[in-house]
């Protein structure tokens, strides 16, 4: 059963709007968040998280939101620009046993900013 | 800095056959990941490693083997290839506190593998 939930594969937004991402988690011991930027044949990178004890991070351009009650987080992308159209991943930080966390990614949203 | 590095980023096999795959990182980091990344399946981990000489199972570790020996590097071994672990693999590493739930991977730029 998927614990990390990204429902629309691809997002398409004109340039200068804001790109809105979803995610949903099912697991409520997950504590902490992170989200992925992915271009074409490289590595993803790391773009920005958030704690659980927190509702919101930003960072420039970039705003996560996390709702703990609607197990949900959003990242806003505002003004979205052509460089950033790319994959996106949410992932989810859980307690993996023996003092040690993994991530937990969800499918992937390809957002793609239309000049 | 070249961070995570992966090699080879390119290989074709026959199924059968077995191959490496190197992961290495100069950011003196503890722990140690491989994911394999399908269309349409998001990242899912195979085995990581907390630490040099230690390794643990993940998501999908049926057909892998890895090890640890030394810290800088983490192997990933493929005894006898079969089609469906054509995929593309990632490497990644973090510096994780014990108990910790910060755990922010950084990611080689990976190994498209192609089993026939």
């Known amino acids: 059963d998927q614990q990390v939930k990204q429902n629309s594969p691809s997002l398409s937004v004109q340039e200068g709007r804001i790109s809105i991402l979803n995610c949903d988690y099912t697991?409520?011991?997950?504590?902490?968040f992170l989200w992925y930027k992915k271009y074409p044949a490289e590595g993803p990178t790391f773009l920005i998280s958030i704690s659980s004890i927190k509702d919101k991070n930003e960072d420039g351009r970039f705003t996560v939101f996390l709702n703990k009650s609607a197990k949900h987080l959003s990242l806003h992308i505002v003004p979205s620009q052509p460089g950033d159209s790319a994959v996106y991943f949410c992932a989810a930080s859980g307690y993996s046993g023996a003092g040690s966390y993994q991530l937990t990614f969800g499918k992937g949203t390809k957002l793609s900013v239309i000049p | 800095n070249a961070g995570v590095t992966q090699t080879p980023k390119f290989r074709v096999l026959k199924t059968g056959q077995s191959m490496t795959l190197l992961c290495a990182q100069d950011?003196?980091?503890?722990?140690m990941y491989w994911y394999r990344q399908d269309p349409g399946m998001g990242l899912r981990l195979i085995h990581y490693?907390?630490?040099?000489?230690?390794?643990a199972k993940g998501e999908v570790p049926d057909g892998y083997n890895v090890s640890r020996l030394k810290k800088q590097n983490f192997l990933l071994g493929l005894e006898s290839a079969a089609p469906s672990q054509t995929s593309v693999y990632f490497c990644a590493s973090s510096y994780s506190e014990v108990g910790v739930a910060k755990n922010i991977q950084y990611f080689g730029a990976g190994t498209r593998l192609s089993v026939l």
């Open positions: 490693s907390v630490g040099e000489g230690t390794t």
């Open positions: 950011m003196n980091h503890e722990y």
């Open positions: 697991n409520s011991m997950f504590d902490y």
